[in-house]
Structure formats: structure tokens, C-alpha cells
């Protein structure tokens, strides 16, 4: 299995800043793309940004040119820096990562997901 343990949540005012982190462990061949979504109460799941292992990056447009991602590959770390925080910015930040695990001599690539940490930025 695959576990994704994230950290750095929290409250903070708008237009103040935020770091959250995830760290993939487990029994992989490989660690690829790793990303962040974020769920607002009553909304869907949405894309935040993503990072490729050669660190080409994707960013949901109403996040570009406020958040960065950044991953440390030895550690299997990924990062998500938040700065000029908004309201709308409010939920649950999950983090996910495509993972190639050789089971019964077959490689394949899945899908994991963290437990998600709150985010909150008071207006």
C-alpha cells in the first residue's frame, strides 16, 4: 500500500500565506505525478495543481500566480505554497500522487489519496 500523510493546515487571514506538505511512503516502484485538490462544503472535489517528477507543473487558473508547488523527489515530498489567500481559497486540501507498484510480477500505475487537511482563510 501507498499512504499519504499531509500536514500544514490551517486558519489564516486573507492575503496571509500557507504551506502544506505531503510525504508518500510505502511499497512503490515509483512515485509520478503528485498533486493537490481541494472540496469546499458542497462543492466538488477541484484541481489545485499538480507536479510531474520532472517538476513541469499545472495550476487551476483562479490559483495561478498566488500558489506554487514544489516536490522533493528523494523524499517523495510534495509541497503546495500558498500566498495572497482568499475566502474562496476555503476547504479541504487533499493531496494525490499516480504510484507504480509491481503486484505478482505486473507493474501498474494507482491512484492514492491523503485524508486531507483544512485549509481556512478568514476575510
Not at 37 to 43: E, V
Not at 56 to 78: L, Y
Not at 102 to 123: A, C, E, F, M, P
Request: hydrophobic share 30%; aromatic share 8%.
Amino acid at each position: 500500500q501507498v499512504q499519504l500523510v499531509e500536514s500544514g493546515g490551517g486558519l489564516v487571514q486573507a492575503g496571509g500565506s500557507l504551506r502544506v506538505s505531503c510525504a508518500a511512503s510505502g511499497n512503490v516502484f515509483s512515485i509520478n505525478t503528485m498533486g493537490w485538490y481541494r472540496q469546499a462544503p458542497g462543492n466538488e472535489r477541484e484541481l489545485v495543481a499538480t507536479i510531474t517528477t520532472d517538476g513541469s507543473t499545472n495550476f487551476a487558473d483562479s490559483v495561478k500566480g498566488r500558489f506554487t508547488i514544489s516536490r522533493d523527489n528523494a523524499k517523495n515530498t510534495v509541497y503546495l505554497q500558498m500566498n495572497s489567500l482568499k475566502s474562496e481559497d476555503t476547504g479541504v486540501y487533499y493531496c494525490n500522487t499516480n504510484a507504480v507498484r509491481i503486484i505478482g510480477g505486473v507493474k501498474r500505475t494507482y491512484t492514492y489519496w491523503g485524508q486531507g487537511t483544512q485549509v481556512t482563510v478568514s476575510s
